[in-house]
């Protein structure tokens, strides 16, 4: 069994840009928070209020991102083999989900005040509304130039996003208010914010979730795999038990069963197999597991499995195509060869 912990072609985190992008966004949204609340108690507007109540869920969400970038950095030990790479990971998903609850939350207030209108104060809404949306361009614009790969920072980019576009908001309906004293306005306006936040917090929930489920990396074919290492590597007759997936949007791993003609040197062909996955499909870490004739786990079946529940079994048998199910497939053979990742993050 080898393993490949070649980085070429293959970028790293940078996790100290993103956490100072993170912290001074934190400290911004979580200072004008609470000048929009008390705007928005004092004014009556339900966009001022929403979008304080959104920011100060926004504040905790990127407080927590923080948090989770800074225990990331973590080196890996004997219980996390991997480190914590992925809790930036968690709270993206976290993150979206709470976006779902914000929206929700706003969209009750408002059909409750559609059908009994509140009076707003449009002054008052108007100037809190404009230093919300100063203070949010500037969060907005530290945010936007970090890493588009970082769903943490693409978490707490959607976070601001949805602030700003409240303010925008409350400046839209403050406005109007102002010129013809229609009260409506005020939270239909918020529900359109919410609409625009719900799309993008789908997005971030699906994306981080994928990972979370070990799904397989974007771009990559797992079907497209079996041909271009049959065509590119010498001595390889068969590969089967194939399995990557994303440890973090940066970092892909994959292992695989590869069985080997007779005579084939095992060292160049698992270096050649590690150089096709590496310089064609990103995947850096790469675990191979040698093979000449029966299949290990066929063996395994044949002596001493009878009668063992494989109720749950997604691992295909031996030749069988490849798949890109990592999860499962992983969890469903235990070998006798395992290998401690103690201190070699993939």
Known sequence: MSHDHSHHGHSHDHSGGSRRKIGIAAALTGTFMLAEAAGGLISGSLALLADAGHMLVDFAGLALAYLAITLSTRPANARNTFGLARLPILVAFGNGLVLFFIAAVIMIEAARRLAQPVEVLAG??????????????????ILHGGDKEDLNLRGALLHVMGDLLGSVAAIAASLIIMATGWMPIDPILSVLVCLIILGNAWRLVRDSGHILLEGAPEGIDAEAVRPALSSKVPGLEDIHHFHVWTLTPKRRAATLHARVAEGADEIETIRAIKAVLREEFAVAHTTVEVERGVCADEADHAHGHEGHDHEGHAEPA??????????????????????SMIGQPA
Not at 318 to 339: D, E
């Open 318 to 339: 031996c030749g069988t195509p490849v798949s890109s199910s990592p999860a499962a497939g992983r969890a469903a053979h235990t070998h006798k060869h395992s290998h």
């Open 124 to 141: 008052p809404m108007l100037a809190i509304a404009i230093g919300g949306l100063l203070v949010n361009i500037i969060a907005f614009l």
